[in-house]
T-cell receptor, first 118, second 113 residues
Framework: GAVVSQHPSWVICKSGTSVKIECRSLDFQATTMFWYRQFPKQSLMLMATSNEGSKATYEQGVEKDKFLINHASLTLSTLTVTSAHPEDSSFYIC??????????????FGQGTRLTVV | AQTVTQSQPEMSVQEAETVTLSCTYDTSESDYYLFWYKQPPSRQMILVIRQEAYKQQNATENRFSVNFQKAAKSFSLKISDSQLGDAAMYFCAYRSAMDDMRFGAGTRLTVKP
C-alpha cells in the first residue's frame, strides 16, 4: 500500500514555543491530507483538512491561528503548533488517500507524532 | 453532521474464539463508506475491512467480516478464530462522499491465551 511518513515521531518542547510536524506522502501525490488529534485512550478527532495550494479547512472548535497548516506541495503537509501549552500535548496523526481512486479506498496514516509540552 | 458510535469501550475474547464489535452511525446521506481500522500499541492505523453503503453484500477479509445493516445504520465487525495479534484498539469509521473520515470512540480488544 501507499506510504505516509510523519516526522518527528515524538517531540518535547517548552511552553510558549512552536513546533512543526511534517506529513509526507512517499510514493504518491496527495492533493488532500487530513490532520487528527488523539488524546490518550480516545478516538481520533479530525482537526483540519489540508488542501494543496489553498487554505486548510478547519473543524469547528479548532483554532486556525493555533494550528497552522501548510500544504505547499503535493507530497508535504505541515502542522505547526504555535505558542504551545501543556494542554496541546497529544498524539497527532496525519492521513492521505491516493487520489483518483474513489472515496471507498482506504486512508493511509502516518506513524503519528507524540507532542509533549513542558 | 455524521456521528459514529461504538458502545463497547472494551471487549475480551479467548484465543481461537469469535468476537463481534458493534458500531452504529448516524447520517442523512445515501452515499458513504464504512471502515474498520485497527490501532495496535505502536499506534499505527491499519485498515481491517471496508464496506460501500451501496453494496448489500457484507464485506469479508479472511477472518474478518462485517454485518452491515443499512436500514439500522449498523456496521459490526466479527473476528473469527481470534489470535493474540488481534489485540488492539478497533475504530469504526465513516467517510462521506465529501471525503472526510470520522471515527468512533474505539473498542479495546483483549485476546486471552
Amino acid at each position: 500500500g501507499a506510504v505516509v511518513s510523519q516526522h518527528p515521531s515524538w517531540v518535547i518542547c517548552k511552553s510558549g514555543t512552536s513546533v512543526k510536524i511534517e506529513c509526507r506522502s512517499l510514493d504518491f501525490q496527495a492533493t488532500t491530507m487530513f490532520w487528527y488529534r488523539q488524546f490518550p485512550k480516545q478516538s481520533l478527532m479530525l482537526m483540519a483538512t489540508s488542501n494543496e495550494g489553498s487554505k486548510a479547512t478547519y473543524e469547528q472548535g479548532v483554532e486556525k491561528d493555533k494550528f497552522l497548516i501548510n500544504h505547499a506541495s503535493l507530497t508535504l503537509s505541515t502542522l505547526t503548533v504555535t505558542s504551545a501549552h501543556p494542554e496541546d500535548s497529544s498524539f497527532y496523526i496525519c492521513s492521505a488517500r491516493v487520489p483518483g481512486q474513489g472515496p471507498n479506498t482506504e486512508a493511509f496514516f502516518g506513524q503519528g507524532t507524540r507532542l509533549t509540552v513542558v | 453532521a455524521q456521528t459514529v458510535t461504538q458502545s463497547q469501550p472494551e471487549m475480551s475474547v479467548q484465543e481461537a474464539e469469535t468476537v463481534t464489535l458493534s458500531c452504529t452511525y448516524d447520517t442523512s446521506e445515501s452515499d458513504y463508506y464504512l471502515f474498520w481500522y485497527k490501532q495496535p500499541p505502536s499506534r499505527q492505523m491499519i485498515l481491517v475491512i471496508r464496506q460501500e453503503a451501496y453494496k448489500q453484500q457484507n464485506a469479508t477479509e479472511n477472518r474478518f467480516s462485517v454485518n452491515f445493516q443499512k436500514a439500522a445504520k449498523s456496521f459490526s465487525l466479527k473476528i473469527s478464530d481470534s489470535q493474540l495479534g488481534d489485540a488492539a484498539m478497533y475504530f469504526c469509521a465513516y467517510r462521506s462522499a465529501m471525503d472526510d473520515m470520522r471515527f468512533g470512540a474505539g473498542t479495546r480488544l483483549t485476546v486471552k491465551p
